[in-house]
């Protein structure tokens, strides 16, 4: 089975906080006959995305037309913090989390997650200059400001920017085994990442 994973992307967000993720599901069983994953960027438009020092990015799909996710990234970025207030971006992220297998969060996304509703009584984490940002939108959130990445079930959430691509892995490996884990991160030569 193929899972359809969509990572958001909005002005402003962390470069990695989305390509590191990208790249981990992208590769991952590329020697499987059929992909486990199909990665997806979405953006509420199809104009061009500009990420953190002018990276220009065309987003292959829009929140108005994607195909259905079956996992779901929101990475981080100072460009959070503009969509934060966005209805539209946050009403989509609310209406995945009703369906979708996982809802993944990468630093500062997880201000997102809040802003959404979706963390009370949770275990949380995010980028750790960021920790009083997410207490003010999630006061009834578990902060976990030692863990790189926690998992809460469908939420999963890691610290700030190479944490996700450790998240991503442990995804892997939850979806997938642990020898499919070890073989992504071998094959992109990640050596920080251990088998949780």
Do not use: K
């Not at 193929?2 to 967000?13: G, H, K, M, P, Y």
């Not at 104009?47 to 108005?64: C, E, G, M």
């Not at 939108?137 to 959430?157: F, H, K, S």
């Amino acid at each position: 089975m193929t899972r359809n994973v969509a990572i958001l992307i909005f002005n402003e967000v962390e470069v990695l906080d989305f390509c590191g993720p990208f790249e981990v599901f992208g590769v991952t069983g590329r020697n499987l006959p059929e992909a486990p994953f199909q990665v997806y960027t979405v953006a509420e438009t199809m104009q061009p995305v500009l990420a953190r020092n002018a990276l220009s990015i065309n987003p292959a799909y829009t929140i108005h037309d994607c195909p259905p996710p079956d996992i779901v990234l929101i990475p981080g970025g100072r460009g959070t913090r503009t969509a934060l207030l966005n209805p539209a971006l946050i009403g989509w992220i609310r209406e995945q989390a009703a369906r979708v297998e996982r809802l993944l969060s990468v630093c500062t996304g997880a201000l997102m997650l809040a802003q959404a509703g979706l963390l009370d009584g949770l275990r949380a984490t995010t980028h750790y200059l960021t920790f009083d940002e997410l207490r003010a939108l999630a006061p009834n959130t578990i902060l976990c400001p030692d863990e790189r990445y926690v998992d809460n079930g469908q939420i999963v959430m890691s610290a700030g920017v190479s944490a996700g691509i450790d998240m991503s892995l442990y995804v892997v490996g939850q979806l997938l085994g642990a020898d499919v884990a070890a073989e992504t991160a071998q094959y992109i030569q990640y050596d920080y990442w251990r088998e949780a």
